[in-house]
């Protein structure tokens, strides 16, 4: 069976103000978008950001929490890159978690929380291949 | 910047019994894994399951919940493909949260909670084409 993960949804409360961390934080464009949710495409998978209430009718699962027992990563080309992404994500609407800084395995990263309190590793992570169309593969 | 996620972690409390419903449930092999974290490689990014503790941690942020507002998608290649998936990712621990059905925006789709709470949407939809290595492509 593929490994494969087609969407990424995450639960927002105010679409307008998630959408404004997503354009004007990370820089993306959505690809859809409508009243209650916005499609990005990512590299070969979507992310979506949907509308809390509609989630938990989608999964027939009410009561969902935040912040969830999860986290999301977005790796950058160079060392140096990791600290201002987190400095431009907090300045639209986000909530640093962690500055930047170097763990005890390799690379450097933080973390930061978009406005609905999901969290965003923004790593540089040098044994993690990246290509030209985002794909990420493992490395060690 | 990259419309890119390099990786998804998601925080479980035994990982023995995460690893068993995400290799023996979607049948997928570990890239790597040690006694706190088991990662697969995707469709261009990483799945990584890591102890919650660890991954609290690591965001600085303790009192992570489940379920929370966020849930994954694996789509299959076809209809019938979606009802025995779910019923063998129940069968590897997951807990059936809506059952096979055709949604109003079209396709067919089911959601299973795997072992952690964490929601699985499980679906086949059409209109979004998976490449050979599981790249999706949004479509309408």
């Excluded at 105010?14 to 464009?29: E, H, I, P, Q, V």
């Excluded at 949710?37 to 009718?57: H, K, P, R």
């Excluded at 929490?65 to 950058?76: D, I, S």
Aim: glycine content about 10%.
């Amino acid at each position: 069976m593929q490994q494969q993960i087609s969407v990424i949804t995450l639960g927002v409360a105010d679409l307008a103000r998630s959408r404004r961390f997503y354009t004007a934080g990370f820089g993306w464009a959505p690809v859809f978008e409508n009243d209650e949710i916005v499609f990005y495409q990512m590299n070969g998978l979507m992310l979506g950001t949907w509308l809390q209430s509609a989630l938990e009718d989608d999964q027939r699962r009410p009561g969902l929490t935040r912040p969830g027992a999860f986290a999301l990563a977005h790796n950058v080309p160079s060392q140096g890159d990791v600290a201002p992404l987190i400095e431009t994500l907090a300045a639209a609407g986000g909530k640093v978690l962690r500055p930047a800084e170097a763990p005890p395995h390799g690379g450097f990263r933080g973390y930061v929380a978009d406005p609905d309190d999901h969290a965003w590793e923004i790593a540089w992570n040098p044994a993690w291949p990246i290509d030209d169309q985002g794909h990420v593969t493992f490395g060690v």
